[in-house]
């Protein structure tokens, strides 16, 4: 597949999408549809993309790997692999706006971006999203943010919105602003919403002035829960920026974090021991690790990213790997 592959609206068939290599084109450079390029998208459907490969274009573009739009229940997006190739202008890698979908075993790092360079994004009118067990880094920026999965509404969210963000790699990119793993932008014209049932995940922040672990844009957007998590800022940066709160007010070590009122559980301050961090790395667990048997059994997934049973210990780790 060497061009966008656009599914029709739902007429009652289920799509399959599996095993594609696609390599994305250029386009004019804008932000208008017909000036960006597609991996595969769809709209108001119910699809399964599995296992495709998916390379961003090096064109000064605007380039959307995975995208799916309102989809319906049943919507699965598992085991896919999205790698930039050179420099975009902007990259929006895999998203999900509106709808339902599994988001599950997906590994994405955007490569090199002009303005936002974001591996994984949700927003509009969510009604039941699941983030688990995946890799996501976000590329390195010039000019804009570089986040592992971010939260970021267009308009107003939906009065029904259910999403969960479980025993995932979540990373900012070297230099973006934010360069976060996990990030909240406010909704226009100061519209209030919590988003994000936050549990057992590995969150790095990049290098940077902007190299938090967490990002909230206002105080306008804040997650439901945080439980379980081990944070880690770059040592660039000190190794105190944990969590961005409130559009402003710095976070820096954990007792600060353990105050906010999403907190459950028992978040961690720990790199995890992660074997090789960097994309294309190594991310399971090594030896001796605090995340081991230190995560949450809410909502747990039956299994990792190796596709292997979850626990296998004491209890569930942290991260997308389950040792032992």
Known sequence: LTSASTLAPNTGAQPLVEGNTVHMGASQNGWAATNQSYGISSWATQVEVIDNEVFLANSMTIQRGIEVID?????????????????????????????????THNDVFPGSCQGACNAAEGGGGMVSVRFANNIFIGGNSTAGASVGLGFDFEGPPGSSLD??????????????????????????MGAAVRVGRVINNVVRGGGGAAG????????SIDPVLLENNALYASPSTGGARLYHDEGGIPLNNLAAVNTLPEIAGTNLQDDCSVVDPRPDGDYHLGAG???????????????DYDNEARPRGAGPDIGPDEAG
């Open 289 to 303: 690790s605090a995340c081991i048997d230190a995560g949450s059994s809410v909502n747990v997934p039956a299994d």
């Open 212 to 219: 938090w672990a967490m990002y909230e844009s206002s105080a």
């Open 163 to 188: 999403v969960l963000v479980h025993s995932n790699f979540l990373a900012g990119g070297g230099s973006g602003s934010p360069a976060a793993g996990l990030s909240w932008f406010a909704p226009p």
């Open 71 to 103: 989809c319906l229940r049943g919507t699965l997006v598992s085991g896919n692999r999205i790698r930039g190739t050179g420099r975009t202008d902007l990259a929006l890698s895999l998203r999900v706006i509106g709808g339902y979908a599994t988001v």
